[in-house]
């Protein structure tokens, strides 16, 4: 299993543009949620999902936004950059019944800069 | 809302020695999961150790443990015969309820010193 991976690993931006960061899991996970980093806050919650077809905000979900048409995908779509977006993202999921169903996965980030 | 605090933004340790992170929280629920996530320079988010909150009994893994005092609402991680290779930021985090998001907390960073 490759987990959870994001794509791409880096990326800069000028204000204004649009992007979208992938995200995929290939361990069957219902529950799949977007995280930001900022330095001294810890993660936030973005946007999340429980299941394909329905995704729900998070946090902090302005200038975000989500989708999700099968169970494996993810992605994130920044709408139109800001340099309040320069952040680490991270994709996580997490499987949906028992005990398990707190205890998350995460991608390894995507650090973006948006100048 | 929920909320989880940790009020050490740094702590170092000697290696072989023993250090404790301390994490508060705050949740209206009484179904929930307590978490500690470490991230070392890579960046990746690695799970620790995790405390169901309905468990008295403390979670263990190998050189790593929890006090967890339900009561008080703390949640501290120990980390016996620290090794260099524990250096990183470590994170507590929160889950209750039928939503299953993580609250975290602002982090400690930790440093070892050979």
């Known amino acids: 299993n490759a987990g959870v991976t994001q794509t791409p690993k880096f990326q800069v931006l000028k204000t204004g543009q649009s992007m979208t960061l992938q995200c995929a899991q290939d361990m069957n996970h219902e529950y799949m949620s977007w995280y930001r980093q900022d330095p001294g806050m810890g993660l936030r919650l973005i946007h999340y999902?429980?299941?394909?077809?329905?995704?729900d905000q998070g946090e902090v979900p302005n200038g975000y936004n989500v989708s999700r048409s099968t169970t494996e995908d993810f992605p994130l779509r920044l709408l139109s950059a800001a340099p309040s977006q320069t952040s680490v993202y991270f994709c996580?999921?997490?499987?949906?019944?028992?005990?398990?169903?707190?205890?998350?996965?995460f991608g390894p980030g995507t650090r973006l800069t948006v100048t | 809302a929920q909320t989880v605090t940790q009020s050490q933004p740094e702590m170092s340790v000697q290696e072989a020695e023993t250090v404790t992170l301390s994490c508060t929280y705050d949740t209206s629920e009484s179904d929930y999961y307590l978490f500690w996530y470490k991230q070392p320079p890579s960046r990746q988010m690695i799970l620790v150790i995790r405390?169901?909150?309905?468990?008295?009994q403390n979670a263990t893994e190998n050189r790593f443990s929890v006090n967890f005092q339900k009561a008080a609402k703390s949640f501290s991680l120990k980390i016996s015969d620290s090794q260099l290779g524990d250096a990183a930021m470590y994170f507590c985090?929160?889950?209750?309820?039928?939503?299953?998001?993580?609250?975290f907390g602002s982090g400690t960073q930790l440093t070892v010193l050979p």
């Open positions: 999902s429980v299941g394909a077809g329905i995704t």
């Open positions: 996580a999921s997490s499987y949906g019944v028992g005990t398990s169903r707190y205890e998350q996965y």
């Open positions: 405390q169901e909150a309905y468990k008295q």
């Open positions: 985090a929160l889950a209750s309820g039928s939503a299953r998001q993580l609250t």
